[in-house]
T-cell receptor
Framework: AQSVTQLGSHVSVSEGALVLLRCNYS??????LFWYVQYPNQGLQLLLK??????LVKGINGFEAEFKKSETSFHLTKPSAHMSDAAEYFC?????????????FGSGTRLSIRP | SQTIHQWPATLVQPVGSPLSLECTVE??????LYWYRQAAGRGLQLLFY??????ISSEVPQNLSASRPQDRQFILSSKKLLLSDSGFYLC????????????FGPGTRLTVT
């Protein structure tokens, strides 16, 4: 069965510092992977997706993620944190055994930005 | 472009009362539709999904039900709410085929008192 594990339920960085949110996946076949962001009291917004075209995926708001098969990882990074990046971030993987485009979500990482 | 709507945005209901949450999608046809619940401080739980009109799959047994009376309309219902039904309810759609990303609505905050 496929799954994703997000390391760290809460990450705090200073404004201007590197943001690194960790995600590891488990899948017996090449996965499709996603990162979503959720601001307070809002729905989830797709940041980026990996569909095997390129290992480095660029998303919105300056975020990017690198697919590393050898490490089964798909970590999310941003070179310089901004106050507006404070939110909950979810890593997710396509359920390849579903014909209904189901997605399996990680438990989320709350990102806080210190002034 | 496609948009997804949910209403109401917030709802406060007493225990034992009925529930109806509505979700509609514009700008696409035959989408896959999903209902999720997010309890306070917790992750996403998939409740129901639908691949077509009248086709509903349930992920978790509970006192909620879902219906899809029209291609782009998805309704979440309950006959009698429980305190444990409180949470943030999210509707999502995907264009298919398999492995597609999902796009989320703004959510409904439900508080059962």
């Amino acid at each position: 069965a496929q799954s994703v594990t997000q390391l760290g339920s809460h990450v705090s960085v200073s404004e201007g510092a590197l943001v690194l949110l960790r995600c590891n996946y488990s899948s017996s076949v090449p996965p499709y992977l996603f990162w979503y962001v959720q601001y307070p009291n809002q729905g989830l917004q797709l940041l980026l997706k990996y569909t095997s075209a390129a290992t480095l995926v660029k998303g919105i708001n300056g975020f990017e993620a690198e697919f590393k098969k050898s490490e089964t990882s798909f970590h999310l990074t941003k070179p310089s944190a901004h106050m507006s990046d404070a939110a909950e971030y979810f890593c997710a993987v396509s359920d390849l055994y579903s014909s209904a485009s189901k997605i399996i979500f990680g438990s989320g990482t709350r990102l806080s930005i210190r002034p | 472009s496609q948009t997804i709507h949910q209403w109401p945005a917030t709802l406060v209901q007493p225990v034992g009362s009925p529930l109806s949450l509505e979700c509609t999608v514009e700008g696409t046809s035959n989408p896959n539709l999903y209902w999720y619940r997010q309890a306070a401080g917790r992750g996403l739980q998939l409740l129901f999904y639908s691949v077509g009109i009248g086709q509903i799959s349930s992920e978790v047994p509970q006192n909620l039900s879902a219906s899809r009376p029209q291609d782009r309309q998805f309704i979440l219902s309950s006959k009698k709410l429980l305190l444990s039904d409180s949470g943030f309810y999210l509707c999502a759609w995907s264009p298919g085929p398999s492995y597609s990303e999902q796009y989320f609505g703004p959510g409904t905050r439900l508080t059962v008192t």
